[in-house]
């Protein structure tokens, strides 16, 4: 499973075994390559070397993007996507594309009704610990 995983970064790099410069182009590629890179181990060079390309271009590129990925990047760059409360990722997602995103406007109400919910149950339960 380990040997595909990591064969699986060598289609981004180029004969020199670097990695390509055109995925310095596609932000969200790039932001998906710094998450799975998270998940190296120690000694694990091919993801140690993709937690480094991605992070420079992605930090490089933060000030030509708009807004919400912008926003999502810098998150991403601050906070590992496996170390965050899905809970309060959902918000912060539910927050961004209201704001941004109108096209799906059917899905976003989906989300917060879900987040309400989920919300009012917690609460409850909490009510009903400390009561």
Do not use: P, W
Request: proline share 0%.
């Amino acid at each position: 499973f380990f040997l595909h995983f990591v064969e699986c970064f060598s289609r981004f790099r180029e004969q020199s075994g670097r990695f390509s410069e055109n995925l310095r182009e596609d932000v969200r590629g790039l932001l998906s390559l710094y998450e799975a890179s998270q998940l190296a181990c120690e000694g694990e060079t091919v993801l140690e070397e993709a937690t480094a390309f991605s992070s420079e271009h992605l930090r490089a590129r933060t000030t030509c993007m708009d807004k919400r990925m912008s926003r999502q990047v810098k998150r991403g760059l601050q906070v590992l996507l496996h170390r965050r409360v899905c809970r309060v990722e959902a918000r912060e997602y539910i927050e961004t594309f209201e704001r941004t995103d109108r096209r799906s406007q059917v899905l976003h109400e989906f989300t917060r009704l879900d987040f309400n919910m989920v919300q009012t149950i917690h609460q409850r339960e909490l009510r009903e610990l400390s009561g």
